[in-house]
């Protein structure tokens, strides 16, 4: 069951991009403005003019909150944020081919779902990451924590989404199961 959440989905919100903050924003009625991260670059053409904040969307946002209430201990505020963000990610960003060359192998096996959090390592830094979309061998992974070096001149920023092979997914904790013969 849902919980009480600040913002529930509405007829009148919108997709449109923004040419004042040039990222991609929902408009969530009359009086109030959302932005996203994403640039004009990484959005699919329909992203760019005004677009419904479809069934689909909404269908989705609430999901989204409902699975972040069980993987994070955050304020609906951010819950709304990310639920958001990763809306807009999920339906809106062109698709990516894996970049996984940035990151650290994990030597455990993940499954990764929607919703899910997982760390990645890259250059000595450990950032955590939520799954806004996955397939069999990748997940799109939207960053949490606020900025991750990828090399020397490039930066993934809270929010930003990058797509990863799975085995580049590290769980967030180890939990050893002993079994008694």
Same mark, same amino acid.
């Not at 990764?112 to 979309?133: D, M, N, P, T, Y």
């Given at each position: ?33 959302? =932005?996203? #991260?994403?640039?004009? !670059? /990484?959005?699919?053409? +329909?992203?760019? *003019?005004?677009?419904?904040? $479809? ?37 809106? =960003?062109? #698709?990516?081919?894996? !970049? /996984?060359?940035?990151? +650290?192998?994990? *030597?455990?096996?993940?499954? $990764? ?69």
């Amino acid at each position: 069951m849902v919980e009480i959440m600040l913002l529930m989905p509405k007829k009148d919100w919108q997709w449109r991009y923004s040419d004042t903050y040039g990222v991609l924003s929902v408009s969530l009625g009359s009086e109030m403005e959302f =932005l996203t #991260p994403y640039k004009s !670059k /990484s959005l699919i053409p +329909d992203a760019l *003019s005004e677009l419904e904040f $479809s069934v689909e969307h909404a269908k989705f946002y609430i999901d989204f909150i409902e699975l972040l209430s069980k993987s994070l201990t955050i304020s609906d505020a951010m819950k709304v944020q990310l639920a958001l963000n990763g809306t807009a990610a999920h339906f809106l =960003l062109k #698709p990516q081919m894996p !970049k /996984s060359w940035f990151f +650290d192998t994990s *030597s455990m096996c993940v499954y $990764s779902e929607l919703g899910k959090v997982f760390q990645l390592k890259c250059r000595g830094a450990i950032a955590q990451v939520l799954v806004v979309e996955t397939s069999i061998q990748a997940s799109l992974v939207m960053l949490l924590s606020n900025e991750l070096p990828l090399n020397d001149n490039k930066s993934l920023m809270q929010f930003e989404c990058i797509k990863v092979m799975h085995d580049r997914l590290h769980p967030l904790k180890v939990s050893r199961a002993i079994a008694a013969a």
